[in-house]
């Protein structure tokens, strides 16, 4: 029995390690493609009815929703604020808004999450708070 080689095996190493990397390659891009967002979303541990408090809210989500991308080493290009009223008090008015701002440069930048989040002044309406 003499020394064994790739070839005697029936394989090149380029090929091998060529295949080897495309699998992670495509194992890699899978993981990418499941992150298209990311969202953070949470139910206020209480009735929200002044510009201040829901600021200060947005803000803490955007917060984590930046954090989140630098831990997957990804950007945002686009901010999205989903703000609705309480659907089991249908006693009180009921309101449901969605807005975006896009970022002119693609960031994870607590800061600039932060501020395109935070113009909530188009989302609140004052005759439902």
């Known amino acids: ?3 064994l080689t790739w070839t005697s095996i029936g394989l090149a190493p380029t090929k ?3 295949k080897i990397a495309s699998k992670l390659a ?4 899978e993981e990418l493609a499941k992150k298209k967002s990311i969202c953070t979303s949470r139910s206020f541990n209480g009735m929200i009815s002044d510009i201040e408090g829901l600021r200060t809210h947005v ?6 929703c930046a954090e989140k991308l630098r831990q997957q ?7 999205g604020v989903f703000l609705n009223t309480n659907a089991f008090r ?3 008015a009921q309101y449901w808004n969605f807005q975006e701002r896009p970022l002119i ?3 994870s930048s607590t800061i600039t999450i932060v501020q395109a989040a935070n113009d909530v002044e188009r989302h609140y309406k004052t005759s439902v708070a």
């Open 1 to 3: 029995m003499g020394l």
């Open 16 to 18: 091998t390690l060529a």
């Open 26 to 29: 495509k194992k890699y891009n």
């Open 59 to 64: 803000s803490n989500y955007a917060a984590r």
């Open 73 to 79: 080493n990804t950007v945002a290009s686009i901010v």
């Open 90 to 92: 249908e006693d009180l």
């Open 105 to 107: 440069t693609p960031s």
